[in-house]
């Protein structure tokens, strides 16, 4: 059975920003940039899920912009991140910090989650959200990092980002 890109992201507890969900035609390349903190570059993200899409005959060209212990708002304010996505020629920006259970977390992965979300509209390119997991002492918060990051899910890019 052949999977969509979409799906093998999704493999992987991403969430599209928009809920749409594409179905690639065989042999489609897709660029991705992935901007995330070690849960991203530890064990290679963006190779597995370049593996994972060319064993469907699909080609994934991949960038990452991950750095230790860095939240969305960490790579917003370095810059790189941002510089990265304004080059253009990306179809998926992944954005992933960590667990983001806490409700001050929530608001904030939820506000930098729409900033990324505006730059990457801008080019073009569609926002998806690399979803963690609590570390085995805290799985009881299982549920709010999960509804964080479907909160953040919830912008499409296409209006403007305030700070509430």
């Known amino acids: 059975m052949r999977f969509p890109l979409v799906v093998l992201l999704l493999g992987i507890a991403v969430l599209a ?10 042999g489609r ?31 994934v060209v991949q960038t990452s912009v991950s750095l230790p212990n860095y939240s969305l708002a960490d790579h917003w304010n370095d810059g790189r991140a941002v510089q990265e996505i304004s ?5 998926i920006v992944v954005l992933q910090q960590g667990p983001s259970s806490l409700p001050a977390s929530r608001v904030e992965l939820v506000f930098d989650a729409k900033r990324f ?7 073009g390119a569609r926002v998806a ?9 805290r799985l009881a918060f299982f549920d709010d990092v999960s509804a964080s990051y479907a909160a953040a899910a919830g912008f499409d890019g296409r209006t403007s980002v305030s700070r509430r």
């Open 17 to 26: 920003c928009d809920g749409a969900q594409t179905q690639p035609s065989p």
């Open 29 to 59: 390349q897709v660029s991705v940039l992935f901007i995330g903190n070690s849960l991203t570059y530890a064990n290679d993200l963006p190779g597995m899920v370049a593996a994972l899409a060319a064993r469907s005959g699909d080609a």
């Open 87 to 91: 080059q253009g020629g990306w179809d």
């Open 117 to 123: 979300a505006v730059e990457a509209a801008r080019v």
């Open 129 to 137: 959200l690399f979803s963690v997991w609590p570390s085995s002492d």
